[in-house]
């Protein structure tokens, strides 16, 4: 990790920022009437139907739904929201019951019932979308009520990690009244009860959110309303950022952009730097001729240099990574550093010539140009320079927008491409099962049985999660083993704002996502 300072001199402040707590260096201040908190940021939701949504979306989702648990502000495990409890009732853990607050209600008066939390959750895994989040429900067998407070869950397996499932955006409550139970909803009306209200929605531009007056559940909102503009690039986000058009940004900061409101003076402007979960990562075709041999698949991971990327294409902005759970987890491991050291072209020339191969390896790389950031492109530029510099490979760059890109993945075109992961729920689990079995978050079949079979299960047993550790550490070995993954780097968290802004260290939930409700206009000095 790099630990160069972090700085904005004159006025503007820097609060460090832990993912998991706030540490309130900014002062607090009570809702006021000088209009909406306009937020900018770079991810803007791909469907407003949250059965369908896999992705960043579960930004907006975050803020207009409920889920039955959430995580209150300093919370480093899932907590009641619109449920008033909720807990394993056997030793197994796989029975979970919650009871509902009472007086629940969506934004339109409807009531939130136990019916609608059975709803919401049974048509996540009717409709199975394509890039939806029914993959997260695999341990749940059936759900089941008692009259219009109690919901239990079965699950078909032990699974501790299921409260942190139903704390994700993905599991958010709608109403039946208003919500197929066989397909997506279509439009751009929501109905959700959660601390804020949609009033207008236009694709891609923005999202107006006002107070929910319905809300009950544990966010304290330090605003009245909120308005998120969606921006095609960083530059023009903090353009407007800079001309006062938005307050805060997040998601979606160049690097370029990062280091300069680090390294100028700007007595209007803030910076919040902390840690982060992202990652980012290569995904290795094994039915591509070259990219499925193993020993092509090492070659790769012995030359690759981490620590350049970090720093000529992400200015230290991020970190290197050395293994699919990132640093600050528990059960981090450095498999790959441990393993492979140092790049070097030499042993990945041995690599190649113990395996009978004696000639430049030909690879395609793929990557999106509209999904992880500006700065994609110009790691491909680099991994290329870096792969093609050993004199071992001839590498072809290709890239298509995230729509199309989504598409020839899933068909298995691509023999290498690049991927980037926010976690669903903030333990080693998530950051290992979505990626491996037949089934899997890549569009890539990855059967490991030693993973799916033994490890996963034993661990998901498991309700202290600290005792993981030998099971989520033999994993990551298994994936350095298999190098069918190779982990790039890891994020930092940057939220930019407006000096006039205070809660932006207290806005980011474990998860990355950003709650909108810390946010507010600060009343004194």
Same mark, same amino acid.
């Given at each position: 990790?790099?630990?160069?300072?972090?700085?904005? @001199?004159?006025?503007?402040?820097? &609060?460090?920022?832990?993912? #998991?707590?706030?540490?309130?260096?900014? %002062?607090?201040? =009570? !809702? $006021?009437?000088?209009?909406?908190?306009?937020?900018?940021?770079?991810?803007?939701?791909?469907?407003?139907?949250?059965?369908?949504?896999?992705?960043?979306?579960?930004?907006?989702?975050?803020?207009?739904?409920?889920?039955?648990?959430?995580?209150?502000?300093?919370?480093?495990?899932?907590?009641?929201?619109?449920?008033?409890?909720?807990?394993?009732?056997?030793?197994?853990?796989?029975?979970?019951?919650?009871?509902?607050?009472?007086?629940?209600?969506?934004?339109?008066?409807?009531?939130?019932?136990?019916?609608?939390?059975?709803?919401?959750?049974?048509?996540?895994?009717?409709?199975?979308?394509?890039?939806?989040?029914?993959?997260?429900?695999?341990?749940?067998?059936?759900?089941?009520?008692?009259?219009?407070?109690?919901?239990?869950? @079965?699950?078909?397996?032990?699974? &501790?990690?299921?409260?942190? #499932?139903?704390?994700?955006?993905?599991? %958010?409550?709608? =109403? !039946? $009244?208003?919500?197929?139970?066989?397909?997506?909803?279509?439009?751009?009306?929501?109905?959700?009860?959660?601390?804020?209200?949609?009033?207008?929605?236009?694709?891609?531009?923005?999202?107006?959110?006002?107070?929910?007056?319905?809300?009950?559940?544990?966010?304290?909102?330090?605003?009245?309303?909120?308005?998120?503009?969606?921006?095609?690039?960083?530059?023009?986000?903090?353009?407007?950022?800079?001309?006062?058009?938005?307050?805060?940004?997040?998601?979606?900061?160049?690097?370029?952009?990062?280091?300069?409101?680090?390294?100028?003076?700007?007595?209007?402007?803030?910076?919040?730097?902390?840690?982060?979960?992202?990652?980012?990562?290569?995904?290795?075709?094994?039915?591509?001729?070259?990219?499925?041999?193993?020993?092509?698949?090492?070659?790769?991971?012995?030359?690759?240099?981490?620590?350049?990327?970090?720093?000529?294409?992400?200015?230290?902005?991020?970190?290197?990574?050395?293994?699919?759970?990132?640093?600050?987890?528990?059960?981090?491991?450095?498999?790959?550093?441990?393993?492979?050291?140092?790049?070097?072209?030499?042993k990945a020339r041995k690599i190649l010539t113990d395996a009978g191969i004696t000639r430049r390896v030909p690879l395609t790389l793929w990557y999106t140009t509209d999904r992880y950031g500006s700065e994609t492109g110009l790691m491909?530029?680099?991994?290329?320079?870096?792969?093609?510099?050993?004199?071992?490979?001839?590498?072809?760059?290709?890239?298509?927008?995230?729509?199309?890109?989504?598409?020839?993945?899933?068909?298995?075109?691509?023999?290498?491409?690049?991927?980037?992961?926010?976690?669903?729920?903030?333990?080693?689990?998530?950051?290992?099962?979505?990626?491996v079995g037949e089934h899997n978050a890549l569009g890539t079949p990855y059967p490991v049985k030693e993973i799916t079979g033994r490890l996963l299960p034993h661990a998901r047993a498991e309700s202290d999660r600290a005792q993981t550790?030998?099971?989520?550490?033999?994993?990551?070995?298994?994936?350095?083993?298999?190098?069918?993954?190779?982990?790039?780097?890891?994020?930092?968290?940057?939220?930019?704002?407006?000096?006039?802004?205070?809660?932006?260290?207290?806005?980011?939930?474990?998860?990355?996502?950003?709650?909108?409700?810390?946010?507010?206009?600060?009343?004194?000095?």
């Amino acid at each position: 990790m790099s630990h160069r300072n972090r700085f904005l @001199r004159g006025a503007a402040a820097i &609060a460090s920022l832990s993912l #998991v707590a706030g540490c309130g260096l900014l %002062s607090d201040g =009570d !809702p $006021d009437d000088q209009g909406p908190i306009v937020v900018g940021t770079t991810s803007a939701p791909s469907t407003l139907d949250p059965a369908g949504a896999w992705d960043g979306s579960w930004e907006l989702y975050r803020n207009i739904f409920q889920t039955l648990l959430a995580y209150p502000n300093g919370a480093t495990t899932p907590q009641p929201d619109a449920a008033r409890a909720c807990s394993f009732t056997d030793s197994t853990s796989r029975t979970y019951r919650c009871q509902l607050r009472a007086g629940l209600k969506f934004a339109d008066g409807d009531p939130l019932t136990a019916a609608a939390v059975k709803h919401s959750i049974d048509r996540i895994r009717t409709i199975d979308a394509p890039g939806g989040p029914a993959g997260l429900l695999g341990s749940l067998d059936r759900v089941e009520t008692s009259g219009d407070r109690d919901v239990v869950f @079965r699950l078909n397996k032990p699974d &501790a990690t299921f409260p942190f #499932v139903l704390a994700t955006p993905a599991m %958010s409550l709608v =109403d !039946p $009244d208003d919500y197929p139970a066989n397909s997506l909803r279509e439009g751009t009306e929501v109905h959700g009860s959660g601390p804020y209200e949609l009033r207008s929605y236009e694709e891609g531009e923005r999202a107006d959110l006002v107070r929910n007056d319905n809300y009950r559940g544990f966010a304290k909102r330090q605003n009245d309303a909120v308005t998120i503009r969606y921006f095609k690039n960083s530059a023009g986000m903090v353009e407007a950022l800079r001309d006062k058009r938005i307050d805060v940004t997040y998601r979606g900061l160049a690097a370029d952009d990062i280091v300069a409101l680090q390294e100028h003076d700007d007595e209007e402007l803030q910076l919040v730097d902390g840690a982060g979960t992202d990652i980012s990562y290569l995904v290795f075709n094994p039915a591509d001729p070259w990219a499925g041999r193993i020993a092509v698949r090492k070659a790769v991971a012995q030359l690759v240099d981490r620590g350049a990327i970090a720093h000529k294409v992400y200015k230290d902005t991020v970190d290197p990574l050395y293994s699919m759970v990132p640093k600050g987890l528990t059960g981090h491991a450095t498999g790959f550093f441990d393993d492979y050291g140092e790049p070097s072209a030499a042993k990945a020339r041995k690599i190649l010539t113990d395996a009978g191969i004696t000639r430049r390896v030909p690879l395609t790389l793929w990557y999106t140009t509209d999904r992880y950031g500006s700065e994609t492109g110009l790691m491909f530029q680099e991994l290329k320079r870096q792969l093609d510099g050993s004199g071992l490979f001839t590498i072809t760059l290709k890239s298509r927008p995230w729509k199309s890109y989504v598409a020839g993945f899933q068909k298995h075109e691509y023999p290498v491409f690049g991927r980037g992961w926010f976690p669903d729920f903030p333990d080693a689990d998530n950051f290992i099962a979505p990626f491996v079995g037949e089934h899997n978050a890549l569009g890539t079949p990855y059967p490991v049985k030693e993973i799916t079979g033994r490890l996963l299960p034993h661990a998901r047993a498991e309700s202290d999660r600290a005792q993981t550790v030998k099971d989520m550490e033999a994993a990551q070995q298994i994936m350095v083993d298999d190098a069918r993954l190779l982990p790039l780097w890891q994020g930092r968290q940057f939220v930019a704002a407006s000096v006039d802004i205070s809660g932006g260290e207290q806005a980011l939930d474990p998860s990355t996502v950003m709650t909108m409700w810390a946010l507010h206009r600060k009343t004194s000095w």
